[in-house]
């Protein structure tokens, strides 16, 4: 088992997850949702839905560190939560990158020696977000597998030039709205 695997499953971080594995590539490819706030807990066998999440990431490792996480957060508040959580399996040298929900500009940032891209997100996924900072298409992975979208999506955004403004924390907190995400579909 993965030391990453390890630390999400022994913390009870993992939440619906739709990939957990070994990937053909790396040594560890996780697709789902991350605890960062746990719910509630009822009872010995009842606890309620987390209180905050990493919805949509895709988290790739191939040491005792996470290499690459995108993920989205619903709000900027989510962040500092973040960090305390996953902290101590974070990298200096890692690739991250958060989508969030409630920001009205992009920036790089360092946080604590470690690198984060934010970038706003209004109606988009994480999903189709990395596909078109990566240059790639649906189409160039339709008949993938989930092992291989994972890899090949990482291995080619870790090449891509991430062209986003250097920004402080400060000036990304200043950037944070109230609406949030604003959903479309039927009313």
């Keep these: 088992m993965s030391t990453i695997q390890d630390f999400i499953y022994s913390n009870n971080l993992q939440w619906q997850p739709t990939f957990n594995d070994k990937t053909d590539a790396h040594a560890y490819g996780y697709r789902g949702s991350l605890i960062i706030t746990p719910g509630t807990v009822m009872s010995a066998d009842k606890q309620l839905p987390p209180k905050a999440t990493c919805t949509q990431s895709i988290l790739v490792t191939d040491s005792d560190k996470i290499d690459f996480l995108a993920c989205e957060l619903s709000t900027l508040n989510f962040f500092e ?107």
Excluded at 128 to 134: I, K, T, Y
Excluded at 162 to 169: C, G, P, V
Aim: no cysteine.
């Design 81 to 187: 939560p973040f960090i305390d959580v996953y902290k101590d399996v974070l990298s200096p040298d890692g690739l991250y990158i958060f989508f969030v929900a409630d920001l009205d500009t992009d920036g790089k940032i360092e946080y604590e020696g470690f690198t984060f891209y934010m970038f706003s997100l209004d109606e988009s996924s994480v999903w189709n977000e990395l596909l078109e900072h990566a240059n790639l298409s649906k189409g160039d992975l339709k008949k993938s597998s989930a092992e291989e979208k994972i890899d090949t999506v990482y291995d080619e955004i870790k090449n891509t030039t991430l062209r986003i403004a250097t920004k402080s924390y400060e000036e990304i907190k200043s950037a944070q709205n109230k609406q949030g995400k604003i959903l479309f579909g039927a009313v």
